[in-house]
């Protein structure tokens, strides 16, 4: 049982999910041999390492480690705790599952106990603004021009200028301290103690798809006398439900609206977002950062391949926007951009021109290879060579990861036409461009192609999952000490436990059992080794014989230092036991 679904719950749900189906609604499969291919969605890579096994009902990525069944597909490509993918599931595959097994309040998962948390944070931040101690900031957001329905549905709130406002109020509500602080809400005092984090600021709730709480950011008020000594903004901390860069502010609000109009308008924060939805832009989401990551890009391209960056028009945001536009290039995402007048943002223009002229400068923007070679001719003189030089290193780049061959031949021979530069030279420099990542990878997955275990061990682990019947004899020769790393004695040692119970060992099912991470990856790498067809029985009784061999060897090691230790101590009785075992062990070679 994994929590408090059963396993042959979970085995009936795993029993009538395809992985490929699955998988391949997610992402595009290609058939190689038994198996199927793709690009991993869990990293950022150009040639194909991530595999699925429709035998097997798992998948395993080569390059970052990722791996596991479809339950661990969900979670990770989704976010999802794993009683929401079980029950993602099992409504997939018609499986009813028991009202008893409903997951109970009082043990719920960390994730929704923080959401839980947000939530009441939320509705106290709301109430503030609401009450006298929010005048002043409910004012200036009424002068800003937001109304007050909008501020009901983001939920905009205040966080009251009391050091433990927030902190007396949650624990009125019977929430502890420790659980405050695992939610970002509360700050430790260097002398003990704790403060609220956020203090006379607004506050916007930052929502996940299905509009939990999950964070909050905290502006200034403008007016505030204290606001030239204060940081504009304060932020929620990376939480468990709360990683910056994978998330986009409102998306839960503007992903129906994305869809019916097939593309996103993209901005960076609150208030640039707030304004143009309220005046009926719906499909606008915000970054809420200076660049847009990779996971956000992925994030946005479940709803659009499409995508309007409305950035500030400063040198910081138009650096943003450069690296974004590579992001959406290797997602293989169109884009374009808008270029605000000087001095504004989205937020300023659309409340002094309005949101027509704001859809109007949507519907002229650029194409990305005329915007950034718009910047590039601003910063570099394109009359002289270096100049020339300086702005195709920059150009170049950017055409290089367009994956279509007939999209970089003819950025290319427009590069060689505003430049005049002959289109060889061009060609020649592209060449040289490097196919490094220029921009951070946020990827929760390891990075490693390969766990440091025996490959002997797991080649037996994949032997023994192949055939059933292997599994009783090696329960007869074997024992799970017998293999060195922990966590094949593990998988080993629950293998035995279902042979024992009558079970069948099936991969995709042994996953659900172990309920690990790290052992999910380990399982499905060595389901994807290669092993000769021929001479399987000699390959078994090789990897009996050097479990073994290497067992006894670590034995003695062992009893080696044991012995000099009973040595060093004078202890006679011990060091007499310790020598006979040593004898005996010998012996069994």
């Known amino acids: 049982m994994r929590g408090r679904i059963p396993d042959n719950i979970l085995d009936d749900i795993l029993g009538r999910v395809d992985i490929v189906e699955l998988i391949g609604g997610y992402i595009p499969l290609k058939k190689a041999g038994r198996n199927f291919k793709a690009n991993c969605p869990f990293h950022h890579e150009k040639t194909p390492s991530f595999m699925v096994s429709p035998d097997r009902q798992i998948y395993h990525c080569f390059g970052c480690g990722a791996g596991g069944n479809a339950f661990n597909f969900l979670m990770q490509h989704e976010r999802l705790e794993f009683p929401e993918a079980v ?138 006398a204290k606001a030239q000594d204060l940081a504009k903004y304060v932020n929620s901390p990376e939480t468990p439900v709360y990683i910056k860069g994978r998330n986009l502010y409102g998306l839960n609000f503007a992903k129906d609206s994305i869809r019916d109009a097939d593309y996103a308008v993209v901005v960076e924060g609150y208030l640039d977002l707030i304004m143009p939805y309220q005046e009926g832009l719906n499909n606008i989401v915000a970054s809420l950062g200076t660049a847009l990551t990779i996971e956000q890009a992925q994030l946005l391209k479940r709803h659009t391949h499409n ?91 950017t055409i290089n990861k367009f994956k279509n061959a007939v999209l970089r031949a003819g950025y290319l021979k427009k590069l060689s036409e505003e430049l005049h530069i002959p289109e060889d030279a061009l060609l020649q420099e592209l060449k040289k461009v490097k196919e490094d990542k220029v921009y951070p990878q946020a990827s929760p997955v390891s990075s490693r192609s390969t766990m440091n275990i025996s490959a002997t061990e797991k080649m037996l682990i994949k032997l023994m999952l192949e055939e059933a019947e292997l599994i009783n004899r090696i329960k007869d020769i074997l024992e799970p000490g017998d293999f060195q790393d922990e966590r094949t004695a593990r998988i080993i040692s629950v293998m035995f436990d279902l042979i024992a ?14 309920a690990d991470e790290e052992l999910s990856q380990l399982l499905c790498e060595s389901q994807f080794m290669e092993v000769p067809p021929e001479n399987r029985d000699k390959i078994i009784d090789d990897c009996v014989r050097r479990l073994k061999a290497d067992r006894i060897k670590l034995k003695k090691c062992e009893l080696h230092e044991e012995i000099k230790t009973a040595q060093r101590l004078g202890d006679e009785p011990r060091l007499r036991s310790l020598m006979e075992e040593f004898d005996n062990l010998i012996r069994k070679r």
């Open 307 to 397: 995508a309007v960056m409305v950035y500030d028009p400063d040198t910081a945001g138009e650096m943003a926007t450069l690296r974004s536009l590579d992001i959406f290039i290797e997602e293989g995402m169109n884009v374009r951009v808008v270029s605000l007048p000087e001095g504004f943002d989205p937020d300023l223009f659309v409340r002094k021109h309005g949101i027509a002229a704001f859809k109007e400068k949507i519907a002229q923007a650029e194409n990305l290879f005329d915007y950034k070679l718009r910047i590039l001719k601003s910063r570099y003189n394109f009359k002289e060579v270096q100049g020339k030089a300086e702005i195709a290193s920059g150009m170049l780049p």
């Open 501 to 514: 119970q009558g079970k069948e060992v099936e991969t995709s099912k042994l996953i659900s059992h172990l």
């Open 87 to 224: 029950e993602l599931l099992a409504r997939k595959s018609g499986v009813k599952l028991p009202e008893s097994q409903k997951q109970d309040p009082q043990v719920a998962s960390l994730s929704a106990q923080l959401c839980k948390v947000n939530e009441l944070a939320a509705y106290f931040y709301e109430q503030a603004l609401d009450s006298a101690l929010g005048s002043a900031a409910n004012n200036y957001l009424l002068k800003r021009g937001v109304k007050k329905e909008t501020l009901k549905i983001f939920k905009v709130g205040y966080a009251p200028d009391s050091w433990d406002a927030l902190i007396s109020h949650l624990r009125a509500k019977g929430i502890g301290l420790a659980l405050m602080e695992k939610a970002g809400l509360i700050v430790p005092k260097d002398g003990g103690g704790y403060y609220d984090r956020f203090r006379s600021r607004i506050i916007f709730p930052i929502f996940d798809i299905k509009s939990r709480p999950i964070a909050f950011g905290g502006r200034i008020l403008a007016d505030s």
